[in-house]
Nanobody, 123 residues
Framework: EVQLVESGGGLVQAGGSLRLSCAAS????????IGWFRQAPGKEREGVSC????????YYADSVKGRFTIFSANAKNPASLQMNSLKTEDTALYFC????????????????WGQGTQVTVSS
């Protein structure tokens, strides 16, 4: 059974940092790419950052470039998303996803979704 469990969300002031983690099990990272999506109230889900399924390159939404960094899982650490210089507009429910043909521009390209972790940035 594939499981993706996010952690690390919380309440932070604007300008602060958070690191989200994604504990993944039940599949091989050789077969699936990992990424992060988010959904704010009243808005559609959007891709924040993903690894490419084809060449493991990284994608970042324009709104987070230079502030967020995605890390793949290794033997010691889960996949994660480092978020710096947070803005109030980053407030959303953040999801870890996995997909064989994952594209950050297409939520339906994710085969598996975690339950989400809430990030709230106050002004």
């Amino acid at each position: 059974e594939v499981q993706l469990v996010e952690s690390g969300g919380g309440l932070v002031q604007a300008g602060g940092s958070l690191r989200l983690s994604c504990a993944a099990s039940g599949f091989s990272f050789d077969d699936f790419a990992i990424g992060w999506f988010r959904q704010a109230p009243g808005k559609e889900r959007e891709g924040v950052s993903c690894f490419s399924a084809s060449d493991n390159s990284t994608y970042y939404a324009d709104s987070v470039k230079g502030r967020f960094t995605i890390f793949s899982a290794n033997a010691k650490n889960p996949a994660s998303l480092q978020m710096n210089s947070l803005k109030t507009e980053d407030t959303a429910l953040y999801f870890c996803v996995a997909g064989r043909y994952l594209g950050c521009w297409a939520p339906n390209s994710a085969d598996y979704w975690g339950q989400g972790t809430q990030v709230t940035v106050s002004s």
